[in-house]
């Protein structure tokens, strides 16, 4: 079963605003990623938050993470039509379970 | 750097064939992951490997399928013999260290027919 399951699961925007999307997950975590996959491509890593940090920023992102609610957030401030994209968050299972679970993403269209 | 080179990137075939997926880590990573992904299960991890070692296959559906990486620079995800309901999308991913970002190929595409 999924460990992560990502919230909503599509998602459409003007160019300009912002988008975000929550992520929701069962056990304790050591790390918790998010990552973006374009149509028809790999998955690209876009930021890393460990169990221990409750906010990382990278450019136009902003991941929070609440890990008494087992639930971290992704934010894309103004978006831009190559933000289209689905995206996911990926848990381990914490301590030795290094096996990283994702969830069935959120799908973004930036309208432009 | 390349990044992570997989071959072939589609492969189309018929039940009961041998398949075999390639992958090519990027240098200096000394983690290595197969994954699957369906419209049905979304993205799944079949099997990682550390140091060339087999940590966790417990993703593998079944004895039909099997990894090996005789090496750092060289993984293969075997598929014998083939269902149509492995067809999907087959990523592979490396990383330094298990915890660290993973960084993906580009993929290959499965059809059996």
């Known amino acids: 079963s999924q460990q992560g399951e990502e919230d909503p699961q599509a998602l459409s925007i003007q160019e300009g605003e912002n988008a975000t999307m929550n992520c929701s997950y069962k056990t304790s975590i050591n790390n918790l990623q998010w990552y973006r996959q374009n149509s028809g491509r790999g998955l690209v890593h876009l930021i890393l938050?460990?169990?221990?940090?409750r906010e990382k920023h990278s450019g136009r992102l902003r991941v929070t993470l609440d890990t008494s609610k087992k639930s971290s957030s992704l934010l894309i401030t103004a978006s831009r039509a190559a933000d289209t994209a689905s995206y996911f968050c990926a848990t381990d299972g914490g301590g030795n379970d290094y096996k990283l679970s994702f969830g069935a993403g959120t799908t973004v269209t930036v309208r432009a | 750097d390349a990044g992570v080179i997989q071959s072939p990137r589609h492969e189309v075939t018929e039940m009961g064939q041998e398949v075999t997926l390639r992958c090519k880590p990027i240098s200096g990573h000394n983690s290595l992951f197969w994954y699957r992904q369906t419209m049905m299960r979304g993205l799944e991890l079949l099997i990682y490997f550390n140091n060339n070692v087999p940590i966790d296959d417990s993703g593998m559906p079944e004895d039909r399928f099997s990894a090996k990486m005789p090496n750092a620079s060289f993984s293969t995800l075997k598929i014998q013999p083939s269902e149509p309901r492995d067809s999907a999308v087959y990523f592979c991913?490396?990383?330094?260290?298990?915890?660290?970002?993973?960084?993906f190929g580009p993929g290959t595409r499965l059809t059996v027919l």
């Open positions: 938050i460990r169990s221990n940090e």
């Open positions: 991913a490396s990383s330094k260290g298990l915890l660290n970002e993973q960084f």
